[in-house]
């Protein structure tokens, strides 16, 4: 009798082969991107996100990126030449926050000398290369394909790029300078952009305030959050259907505080159900008063500085802050009976996107870029875009609806692109460098030797010190990665197909100024694909934060199960743009299919490849069941899903192909008793190995390190050098009743068995009806649950029988005695 011995020696996967298959893939260089004009593949370029270097990736960040490169894997299969670069985003302010809290300086202080600002930058920097480092390992473990560049958003190339579009975008007449309400943070002390904004509800209290009208003396009565205000407060408003009002329009109220006049006029956006229907015009409580001021063509009066303070124009209220200053109107409008009452009142407050601190809203001379114009164009433009899933589109076209004012992008901080901007203090004139290199204003000598306006020397031309927002900088990524401004010939064949990869919390910022800066520099679209993902949570549904104290490092959980099995839950947690919840179950599941597969593969191992062979009709069913679902799994991943490819690999490999189809072609494959011709022989084994060959190259995005070791050993190449595989026309029009009956009948004799303690493997010796359409699989199913008489029925119910489920029956008789 011959003997079959494994060729997969070891019993089983251990989690520690992950790294001498990691060690192996570095050494053969196995896809990393190459560039050549004469490479005829088309080149797919994903705009990785650059993840901010201020600290490690919680179990959702590592997550996102392994998710990446599973479509990264999967589109290198399908013969595409992808570039897909990993470099850190290191600009803007958190990296200055945690620096300024860990040396405990004060950032403006020290730059007010260029010694001292190159201090603080080179203390950035460092925090940054070492927060990077983390980072970087993680990937790496998790066996995430990426080729690292070095060069983050602060590296000078970048930078250079950075300003090079900004000196395009000026010359357009797309950049211009202006003092105007802008956000303000002033612990930061920088102008921040809407979309940098976040709002936290806050218990505070609504005030009523007593008016005075002027024509008739009467008392009016108005609330407000922000008593603080009313030396800004330039006219009250109320909606023009308000019957209270309507017979005050015209007249003119006087502030109780300061005794200053103010219009009372209508304006249809008071809401008249707020307070009492009437609200005061300041400058600027909240945006609103923004656009009313706008709106109602009323001049503003500036009362906070960018200190957070009131200034002078507040009297009695100036030099305290915010909410000192609060605190002092209401006790003053108190002692003068101006005030009738106070109540809790809930409201949103909009905050520092990183320092969480109530933005002000103040008159700054900022850079603008203008949007406003283009919003109509964007509109028409993401139309052409392909959006996974497409429920996240409606998210982006609401904040371009949005969308009131011009993007201000010019910043007063320290680690950031320069602003590459001199200006000569003679003729006043705004002088721009030619792109190309990276400039730095506030210190490097200006590149003229005279003013070219005014031909005033060089001592007189003074160089600019903001720099830009650093969504100014990741706004142009897609181009960094494509070779904009620098290769031509890879821009031309690399910016075709770009893939944007992100999450659903950076639509407004990332994803939509990538948009705008892409089409104002080349007029197309940024992306041919938008992938958004969710929210990584916690086990039970919570976003991850340092001050909740339930962030979840990746690394235990990683050296304990394994980067594949890390993956398996990356992939199976969600489907594409719903949150995705941690799971260690999840992730355990991983490993064992690890596990499971190792041993499918050690089994299938046992026997050669034929080449001659016969199939039986359990051989075609299954085979044409693998093609069916093959065609699924492809169709999923090339709509940039990893959730089905894995549900449905893992529900065909396990619950059919181990549970199913090799315990019924074990007897035959071994064949020992010779009930099965050599050539039904071969069929099984060519039927396991034409299997698992496949389920091994479809699950190699998603699990490729268990997937490669398998391969290497049984197959003698990398499974990552593979094409994905085709669906087999020999197999596509094939039925698959024969093997979704076999599952049914399968599983009902086991269940039968074990009600009644039955070993598996022991003879059932009373009569089995089973339904016509097993009768092809017969000599399989006896041999497996050692059947001893079986009848098949095509329609009617054998009489005195009882139905055990999948289309069984046994005799009622035997059941019975059973």
Known sequence: MEEYVPRLKETRWSVEREKEVLAKWEEERIGVFEFSPEDLREIIAIDTPPPYASGKWHVGGAAHYAQIDMITRYFRMKGYNVLVPFYADRNGLPVEVQVEKKLGVNPHELAKTPEGRERFLEACKSFLDEAEKDIVNVWRRLGCSFQYWVNGTDSPEYRALTQATFIELYRKGLVYEAERPVNWCPRCKTTLADAELEHEEEEGELYYIKFTVKETGEDLLVATTRPEMLRACKALVYNPSDERYVKYRGMHAVNPLYGHEMPILEYNEVDPEFGTGLVMVCSYGDQVDVKMFRDLGLEPVTIIEKDGRLNSEAGVLAGLRVEEARRKAVELLESMGRLLKREKHVHSVP??????????????????????????????????????????????????????????????????????VWRCRKCGSVLLPEPGRYYRPWRDTPPWDNCPVCGAPKDEIEGERKVFDTWFDSSISVLYVTGYLRNPELFKKAFRNTLRPQGQDIIRTWLYYTILRTYQLTGQPAFKWVRITGMG?????????????????????????????????????????????????????????????????????????????????????????????????????????????????????????????????????????????????????????????????????????????????????????????????????????????????????????????????????????????LEEALKEIVDLHKLETVEFYEDAIPEDAVGIGGGVYVSEEGSERE
């Not at 933005?359 to 964007?378: A, C, G, M």
Request: proline share 5%; glycine share 4%.
């Open 351 to 420: 905050v520092c996107w990183r320092c969480k601190t109530p933005v002000q809203i103040i008159h700054s001379r900022e850079y603008f870029l203008k949007q406003l114009d283009f919003k109509t164009e964007l509109l028409e433009l993401i139309d052409l875009m392909d959006f996974k899933p497409l429920m996240h589109k409606k998210k982006l076209i609401d904040w371009i609806n949005s969308v009131s004012t011009d993007w201000p992008i010019s910043r007063d901080r320290y680690y950031a692109t320069e602003v590459p």
């Open 537 to 773: 949570l916690d086990e039970k549904g919570e976003a991850m934060h340092k001050s909740k104290g339930n962030v979840i490092d990746p690394d235990p959980y990683v050296e304990k199960y394994g980067a594949d099995a890390f993956r398996y839950w990356a992939a199976a947690s969600s489907k594409l743009g719903y949150d995705y919840r941690f799971s260690e179950q999840l992730i355990k599941t991983g490993l064992l299919f690890a596990t499971k597969l190792w041993n499918i593969a050690r089994f299938v191992s046992s026997f050669p490849e034929p080449g001659d062979y016969e199939l039986r009709p359990i051989d075609r069913a299954t085979l044409a069941l693998f093609n069916k679902v093959l065609v699924q799994v492809d169709k999923a991943y090339s709509e940039l899903d990893v959730y089905e490819p894995a549900t449905l690999i893992y529900g065909f490999t396990w619950d059919y192909f181990a549970s199913n189809y090799i315990e019924l072609v074990k007897s035959r494959a071994y064949n020992r008793d010779d009930k099965y011709s050599r050539l039904e022989q071969y069929g099984a084994w060519y039927t396991l190995h034409y299997i698992l060959r496949r389920i091994l190259r479809m699950l190699a995005p998603i699990t490729p390190f268990v997937t490669d070791a398998i391969y290497r050993e049984l197959y003698g190449e990398s499974v990552h050098v593979q094409k994905f595989p085709e669906p087999d026309e020999e197999f596509a029009e094939a039925s698959t009743r024969l093997a979704e009956a076999v599952v049914e009948a399968n599983s009902a004799i086991w269940g039968y068995k074990k009600k009644r303690n039955m070993r598996l493997s022991e003879p059932l010796k009373i009569k089995v009806f089973l339904p016509s359409v």
